[in-house]
């Protein structure tokens, strides 16, 4: 239990030294994920998929302007992935989790784009492990956590998004440590739900 502790107790501070002391990064602008597939011609024979294809398209070009509220536009867009992620069928939910691994795999190290492409992709996996919830079912919650423990290594310390990747990640966690009665995941995804709130401007809505 004490190396466990331990575990987490770096990782904490890891993220919060990050935050103070951001390494230097390559500037950019998020990029549709569709657009990084040569395959992405598959969205004109889902209307789900078109109805993904809209809502990533808005989101990226809201938060590529220099207008709004970064954080506001981040939680709205989280919120609609999980309806979408709700909504969809198992098919175009899985075509979906492959067009975003695809982009995080193929971004580079310093494109912003990359913690968002993983993001994406460890959400719509922790959905559909919502949705198939079964013992069977513990390595899609696996891959949600390790997509987005890489969303969360990936992104600018100071990006607006940045806190949550890390709520997110913390409930990925206490879910698996709720599947599998494991108190360990439970209290790192406690603890990184905490870091979170920690990491958001202060008096902000979200």
């Given amino acids: 239990m004490s190396q466990n502790l331990d575990w987490l107790r770096k990782r904490i501070r890891d993220i919060r030294l990050l935050a103070s002391n951001p390494p230097s990064r ?3 602008n998020l990029v549709h994920p569709f657009k990084c597939d040569p395959g992405h011609h598959f969205v004109k024979h889902s209307e789900s998929l078109q109805s993904l294809d809209s809502m990533l398209g808005d989101y ?4 590529n302007s220099e207008f709004g509220d970064k954080i506001q536009l981040a939680a709205d867009f989280s919120r609609a992935l999980c309806r979408w992620c709700t909504d969809v069928d198992i098919e175009g939910l899985t075509v ?3 067009v975003f691994a695809r982009a995080a795999e193929a971004a580079s190290s310093n494109d912003p784009s990359r913690a968002f492409y993983a993001y994406c992709q460890g959400r719509s996996l922790h959905a559909l492990f919502d949705r198939q919830k079964t013992q069977n079912s ?3 919650l696996d891959d949600a956590i390790e997509a987005l423990d890489s969303a969360m290594n990936s992104s600018n310390p100071q990006s607006l998004s940045r806190p949550l990747y890390v709520r997110r990640l913390g409930c990925a966690l206490e879910a698996r440590g709720e599947h599998t009665r494991e108190i360990r995941d439970v209290g790192r995804g406690i603890e990184l739900k905490q870091v979170a709130l920690e990491l958001m401007p202060r008096n902000h809505p979200e």
């Fill in 26 to 28: 390559t500037p950019g």
């Fill in 138 to 140: 513990r390595s899609i």
């Fill in 60 to 63: 990226v070009n809201a938060i």
């Fill in 96 to 98: 979906a989790i492959s």
